[in-house]
């Protein structure tokens, strides 16, 4: 009886075990990118975003994620990575293919008054 019981709770260790190791191998990871204060932070990603009413703002970003605007036609002026590397969301892709680097301050002197933006990402 003592052999039964054992091998049954072997095989229990074993399929709980497999399911650990799916669950782990499979999960994807949590993004979290929150907006914060830029005062003083060179750090942070910081994104000059030009409004409908042409008000600029900063926004400024930590943590890997994406991050959506909701309002039609906000414009991008500036990009500012600090210690990421980014992405923009606009014409319907993530711009440029190959994220801006840390430390890179991204600009459109082609476009001064700066490009649609609809969404931006840290990756």
């Known amino acids: 009886m003592k052999r039964i019981a054992k091998r049954a709770v072997l095989a229990a260790l074993a399929s709980i075990a497999a399911t650990a190791s799916l669950t782990v191998a499979t999960s994807t990871p949590a993004y979290a990118i929150n907006e914060v204060p830029c005062a003083g932070r060179t750090d942070f990603l910081r994104a000059t975003i030009h409004q409908t009413n042409h008000r ?7 943590n890997a994620g994406t991050d959506y605007y ?16 980014v992405q923009w969301l606009g014409d319907g892709r993530w711009q440029p293919d190959q994220p801006i680097p840390q ?13 649609r933006i609809d969404g931006i990402r840290i990756l």
């Not at 600029?56 to 930590?62: M, N, P, R, V």
């Not at 309002?71 to 600090?82: L, Y």
């Not at 890179?104 to 082609?110: A, G, L």
């Open 56 to 62: 600029s703002a900063d926004y400024c970003y930590a």
């Open 70 to 85: 909701a309002m039609p036609h906000w414009w991008v002026t500036r990009i500012s990575t600090g210690n990421n590397r």
């Open 103 to 115: 430390y890179t301050v991204f600009t459109w002197p082609n476009h001064p008054g700066g490009v």
